[in-house]
Each structure stands twice: as C-alpha cells, then as structure tokens.
C-alpha cells in the first residue's frame, strides 16, 4: 500500500464510499441522503487542505483521508482530519497506516495539534484506533449522535498534539 494525493479521477472511486458511509448513517455527521456534489465540495478539500488516498500495487483505492484546518484564524494551528476505508479493507491495518500518513502530513505542514470534533463512541473501532495513535477524549457531547440502531449515542471530541 502506498499514499499520494487524490486527484481529480479519483472522486469516481471516492464518491462510492463516501455516499455508502453516508447511507449506513453510523460513524459521520453527513446526510444520509448526501449529493455528490455537496460530497465531492466536503471532501475533495481545496489547498491548503489535502485529500489523499491509500492504493494497493496495482492502483486500486481502497481508502481516502482528508486533512485542513479545523478552525480558521487564530485556531488554524490545529488541524482536522477523517478518514474512510473500503468497506473490504477494514480490519487489515489500512486505517492505521493511513492515520499515520495523515499525522505526518499535519506535522509537515506546520500543525501543532490534531482535534476530532464528532467521533461517534458506538464507533469502538474508530475509538481503539485513534486512542492507539495518541489522541485523547477531552469530552464527550452527550447524546450529540442519532444512531440508526443505538438512538441517540455520545460523540466524542478527540485531541492529540503533534
């Protein structure tokens, strides 16, 4: 598996997954009913942001992140990412690899803290994911998340610095 920055073709790969995790309605804060546009506008970031991609040897895209500011002005030194992995390649350490991609592009580009603003906590996953890579739950907003089979669940706020 390699990473490099998505391009323009990519979003026929990307929109697929996109629309599915939209769909399902369990691990993001998106529409269920998500246009492509609105889809490509959120996730195919404009510089200084990044969307990237995870590949296998023969080219597939098997996973997509993106990366930018998560506030602007005085808070633009802390970044924001999310990140999706095909539905096939979940469980194989593509969500690690790629969140460490990501991690070392935020500290290239002179970000001196990472913040998750809605992590779903039924999303255990996720959680044990990103908590082995150093983030921390600094709070959890109560009931913040309608789940499609939990009701209403907490979204955690995860932080790390970089």
Do not use: C
């Given at each position: 598996m390699r990473f490099r920055e998505a391009r323009p073709g990519?979003?026929?790969v990307i929109w697929p997954l996109v629309r599915q995790v939209a769909a399902t309605g369990e691990t993001y804060t998106l529409p269920r009913n998500l246009g492509e546009d609105d889809a490509r506008a959120i996730w195919m970031v404009d510089p200084p942001g990044r969307t990237v991609v995870a590949v296998e040897e023969d080219g597939?895209?098997?996973a997509s992140a993106k990366l930018g500011h998560n506030q602007r002005g005085p808070g633009a030194h802390v970044a924001n990412a999310s990140f999706m992995v095909a539905p096939g390649h979940a469980g194989r350490g593509v969500g690690r690899a790629l969140g460490e991609h990501v991690l070392d592009l935020a500290r290239a580009d002179g970000y001196l803290a990472m913040q998750f603003n809605a992590v779903v906590e039924t999303n255990t996953r996720a959680v044990a994911l990103?908590?082995?890579?150093?983030?921390e739950?600094?709070?959890t907003v109560p009931e913040g998340f309608e789940h499609p089979v939990h009701?209403?669940?907490?979204?955690?706020i995860m932080y790390r610095t970089l």
């Amino acid at each position: 598996m390699r990473f490099r920055e998505a391009r323009p073709g990519d979003w026929a790969v990307i929109w697929p997954l996109v629309r599915q995790v939209a769909a399902t309605g369990e691990t993001y804060t998106l529409p269920r009913n998500l246009g492509e546009d609105d889809a490509r506008a959120i996730w195919m970031v404009d510089p200084p942001g990044r969307t990237v991609v995870a590949v296998e040897e023969d080219g597939t895209v098997i996973a997509s992140a993106k990366l930018g500011h998560n506030q602007r002005g005085p808070g633009a030194h802390v970044a924001n990412a999310s990140f999706m992995v095909a539905p096939g390649h979940a469980g194989r350490g593509v969500g690690r690899a790629l969140g460490e991609h990501v991690l070392d592009l935020a500290r290239a580009d002179g970000y001196l803290a990472m913040q998750f603003n809605a992590v779903v906590e039924t999303n255990t996953r996720a959680v044990a994911l990103w908590r082995s890579l150093g983030f921390e739950i600094i709070a959890t907003v109560p009931e913040g998340f309608e789940h499609p089979v939990h009701g209403y669940v907490g979204l955690h706020i995860m932080y790390r610095t970089l």
